[in-house]
C-alpha cells in the first residue's frame, strides 16, 4: 500500500538520513545535473559541504532551482513482487554561501551528525572544511515524503 505523510514526519526523516541526490537543471551538453551528497538538515533547509568549483556549482550559480532525492528505505520483497521504501523529494532553491561563521556551524553540525566518536580529531576536518569548502543552502519551497509497504 502506498500513502503520503506529512510534513512534519518527512521532516523527521530526512533529519535521520544521510545521504541524498541533488538535482539541478541540464549542463551545456543537454544533461541533468544529478549528484549524490551527505547532507544535515538544520535550521529548516539542507545543508551540503562542498568544494567552491565544479559543475554542480555553475549549475547552482545559472539556474538555483533544484529537487533533492532522500530514500530513507529500501527494501526488497520478493515473495510480493514488490519494494517497500520511504522517499521524501524536496523542492526549492540552491544558494551558495560563503559565511564563515555559518560554515563553521554547519561543519559542527556534520562532525556531530556522523563523526561524532572522532571528536577529539575534528580540529584538522574543521580546518580543512574552513580553508577548502563552501555550503549549499537548500531552502525547502515544498516537500513530499511517500511510503510503501507491502505487507
Known amino acids: 500500500m502506498d500513502y503520503y505523510f506529512d510534513e512534519a514526519t518527512a521532516i523527521k526523516l530526512i533529519t535521520n538520513g544521510t545521504t541524498g541526490v541533488l538535482c539541478l537543471r541540464e ?3 543537454g544533461y541533468p545535473v544529478s549528484v549524490p551528497l551527505s547532507y544535515v538538515y538544520y535550521k529548516e533547509a539542507i545543508y ?3 568544494e567552491p ?3 554542480k556549482m555553475d549549475q547552482i550559480r545559472k539556474h538555483p532551482e533544484a529537487s533533492f532525492v532522500i530514500i530513507l528505505k ?3 520483497v520478493p515473495q510480493f513482487f514488490t519494494v517497500q521504501y520511504e522517499s521524501v ?3 526549492g532553491t540552491a544558494e551558495i554561501i560563503e559565511d564563515p561563521n555559518l560554515l563553521s556551524e554547519i561543519a559542527q553540525a556534520f562532525i556531530q551528525r556522523f563523526y ?7 580540529m584538522t576536518y574543521m580546518e580543512s572544511v574552513l580553508t577548502n569548502h563552501v555550503l549549499i543552502r537548500l531552502n525547502i519551497q515544498t516537500l513530499t515524503g511517500k511510503v510503501h509497504d507491502a505487507t
Not at 116 to 122: E, L
Open 27 to 29: 549542463n551545456e551538453e
Open 48 to 50: 551540503i559541504l562542498s
Open 116 to 122: 561524532s566518536q572522532f571528536m577529539h580529531r575534528s
Open 89 to 91: 523529494i524536496i523542492r
Open 74 to 76: 529500501d527494501h526488497i
Open 53 to 55: 568549483e565544479g559543475e
